[in-house]
């Protein structure tokens, strides 16, 4: 576990605006060429660290405005998950603490971890961070929308599609007339029978 602090001489929501803006850290973060926000919860990274080129997608497991940030890797042959907090110490100066578990998966980053490289970049992230933040009167951007745990993991909602057009419906085609041969009559007939009759019957002399 990498742990780093720093004192950062601006007012608490500043640092965290700033802290949200994840496409802005290859100005300040070593080793990393370029982050994309895909939407508000999935990053993708680029890092090339003593060259070794690496493409992974992170996930945001939990954002609460001014408080805390906590992610995640979830592909990219990376393996590391963090949290960054954030401490008012007064009106005008706030405390950043950055936790990060690093799991190296290569020789280099084996390497560079046994030799306290992956902690003393992340020492430096952090300064420069806070001069990136102090050299500035205002955060470059900011978002300050709550993400849950609860809901990490989950699938990404696809984009709406277009509604398929609803088809009138068939009209019912008429029933067809019965024609009878030419000739034919029907009759009123009594049944041989009218004790046992209930009604009249309609007989036709010819199956009509």
């Not at 994840?22 to 973060?29: A, S, T």
């Not at 696809?158 to 041969?181: K, N, Y």
């Not at 000739?183 to 019957?201: V, Y």
Request: aromatic content about 6%.
């Amino acid at each position: 576990m990498v742990h780093g602090t720093i004192r950062v001489d601006a007012p608490l929501r500043r640092v965290y605006d700033q802290w949200t803006q994840f496409e802005e850290f290859p100005r300040f973060m070593h080793g990393v060429v370029a982050v994309e926000q895909t939407d508000a919860r999935h990053l993708r990274w680029r890092t090339g660290i003593a060259g070794v080129r690496r493409d992974f997608d992170a996930e945001i497991v939990d954002q609460l405005p001014d408080q805390r940030i906590a992610w995640r890797t979830l592909s990219g042959g990376v393996r590391h998950r963090g949290v960054v907090t954030f401490e008012a110490i007064d009106a005008g100066h706030t405390r950043v603490r950055l936790a990060m578990e690093v799991e190296p998966e290569g020789m280099t980053e084996r390497a560079a971890a046994a030799l306290g490289i992956v902690s003393s970049r992340v020492s430096g992230d952090l300064r420069r961070f806070k001069d990136f933040v102090e050299d500035r009167h205002a955060a470059t951007g900011a978002w300050r929308g709550r993400l849950r745990p609860g809901d990490a993991g989950r699938p990404r909602n696809p984009a709406p599609g277009p509604v398929p057009p609803v088809s009138p419906p068939r009209p019912i085609p008429p029933i067809p007339r019965i024609l009878r041969p030419s000739g034919s009559r029907c009759r009123r007939a009594e049944p041989p029978d009218t004790r046992k009759a209930s009604s009249w019957s309609l007989f036709c002399s010819s199956s009509c």
